[in-house]
């Protein structure tokens, strides 16, 4: 298989299990249950749980090509990344319009007064600036820049672990999975850029 249809079918791979959650929240809409008794509530802790697992996974993406050494998964960083921001955006939505019904005076008093609301729109906030600047345009404009801007990645995922830690207070065993699966993903990162860093200086 030559390097185009490898990319190819790789990219197709990530679209498909990226939209699965998606299709499996869209059969249970329409032909389960209905998201249970409470549809909304439902409905934002499914799009946050998915949208800090997609993250997650993205985080991923640049340890595992580097141990693999199949450097083909660089081609789907920014795509994983994109997902993430659609889940994201999808459990902003359901917040702002669904439970809160744009009552921007709550809103703000929600945000100010409820920790975990707080952190959870800065995770999101950061996510933005990452999801409008990862055009190949924006990439080629912003040079150098474009990287340190992305690093904002690693806080959201932070804050966006803090924020389901908080929100989960009675069963925090979820939030642990994607604790330690972020807090590893992390160390591999900080490993390689520190054994990089000391070759560097060794040269």
């Not at 993406?61 to 660089?74: A, K």
């Not at 160390?187 to 850029?193: L, Q």
Request: aromatic share 16%; hydrophobic share 55%.
């Amino acid at each position: 298989m030559d390097h185009r249809r490898r990319v190819f079918v790789l990219k197709a791979g990530v679209w498909l299990a990226c939209l699965i959650p998606l299709g499996r929240v869209t059969h249970r809409f329409f032909l389960g249950d209905g998201l249970g008794a409470n549809p909304i509530e439902e409905l934002e802790h499914w799009s946050g749980f998915t949208a800090l697992w997609v993250l997650t996974a993205a985080l991923g993406v640049t340890p595992l090509r580097r141990i693999t050494g199949w450097n083909d998964l660089q081609k789907v960083r920014r795509l994983v990344g994109l997902f993430a921001f659609f889940y994201a955006f999808l459990h902003m939505a359901a917040y702002l319009a669904l439970d809160q019904f744009f009552a921007w005076s709550f809103i703000v008093e929600d945000v100010v007064e409820r920790p975990f609301i707080t952190v959870g729109t800065a995770a999101f906030l950061m996510l933005v600036p990452l999801a409008l600047t990862s055009t190949r345009g924006w990439i080629r404009r912003l040079g150098r820049t474009w990287v340190r801007l992305h690093r904002l990645v690693y806080a959201s995922a932070v804050l966006g672990v803090i924020h389901f830690f908080w929100k989960e207070r009675a069963d925090t065993l979820r939030p642990w999975y994607v604790a330690l699966a972020v807090g590893i993903l992390l160390g591999v990162r900080a490993y390689f850029a520190l054994r990089a860093r000391w070759r560097g200086a060794r040269a």
